[in-house]
């Protein structure tokens, strides 16, 4: 079976930069996903790693090391509109779906 | 480009009500999914369908049913509603199953069982 371990919840400052860790037990790697969530709406796809290293979109960098079972999601230049739930999700072994982690709740305060 | 459109938005049931949560995507995925996130917790895949006419239990797909009988939707069936099925109910697709292709995700359906 598959499990995720993520913090529930961080805080960070406005223009700072936030690091949200992820690390992930599964067989048959196949991939990593995080996706954004903000209160009341839809997750939106934000990132996906296959292979090791750092893979950067604008503000946005997600990191992956698959000896480790490790993923991170770098925000950089925090804003407001940042505060936000990010989940990270992991094909499900044998199945044709994701199985997501419970998210961290990131606060981002002035 | 609508996406994946749910409706309804909001809806509040009775219990033993039923009803019917509607889904569609017009991005011509072969994938579709029904997940439910409770306060807290994270997206628990209740069935997913990888084709018109064909569907699977996922891991939370008791008191729930589904039918695929098109490309474009995915029904949500709840027939005997019960207070543990309040929760929001997100559908979503994507291209394939797995790989690189994310999943899209329509804007939820609030539902509350009293």
């Known amino acids: 079976g598959q499990n995720i371990d993520q913090p529930t919840e961080m805080t960070a400052t406005e223009g700072a930069i936030v690091q949200i860790n992820c690390t992930y037990q599964t067989s048959g790697f196949n991939g990593l996903f995080w996706y954004q969530q903000h209160a009341g709406e839809a997750p939106t796809f934000l990132s996906y790693?296959?292979?090791?290293g750092l893979e950067e979109k604008g503000r946005f960098s997600s990191f992956l090391s698959r000896s480790k079972g490790y993923s991170y999601l770098l925000l950089k230049e925090l804003q407001m509109k940042d505060s936000a739930s990010y989940l990270c999700?992991?094909?499900?072994?044998?199945?044709?779906?994701?199985?997501f982690g419970t998210g961290t709740r990131l606060t981002v305060i002035p | 480009n609508a996406g994946v459109t749910q409706t309804p938005k909001f809806r509040i049931l009775k219990i033993g009500q039923s009803m019917t949560l509607q889904c569609a995507q017009d991005?011509?995925?072969?994938?579709m999914y029904w997940y439910r996130q409770d306060p807290g917790m994270g997206l628990k895949l209740i069935y997913y369908s990888v084709g018109a006419g064909i569907t699977d239990k996922g891991e939370v797909p008791n008191g729930y049913n589904v039918s695929r009988s098109t490309t474009e939707d995915f029904p949500l069936r709840l027939e005997l509603a019960a207070p543990s099925q309040t929760s929001v109910y997100f559908c979503?697709?994507?291209?394939?199953?797995?790989?690189?292709?994310?999943?899209?995700f329509g804007d939820g359906t609030r539902l509350s069982i009293l």
């Open positions: 991005m011509n995925h072969n994938y």
């Open positions: 979503a697709s994507s291209y394939s199953g797995t790989g690189n292709q994310p999943q899209h």
């Open positions: 999700a992991v094909p499900q072994t044998g199945a044709n779906n994701l199985f």
């Open positions: 790693n296959v292979l090791d």
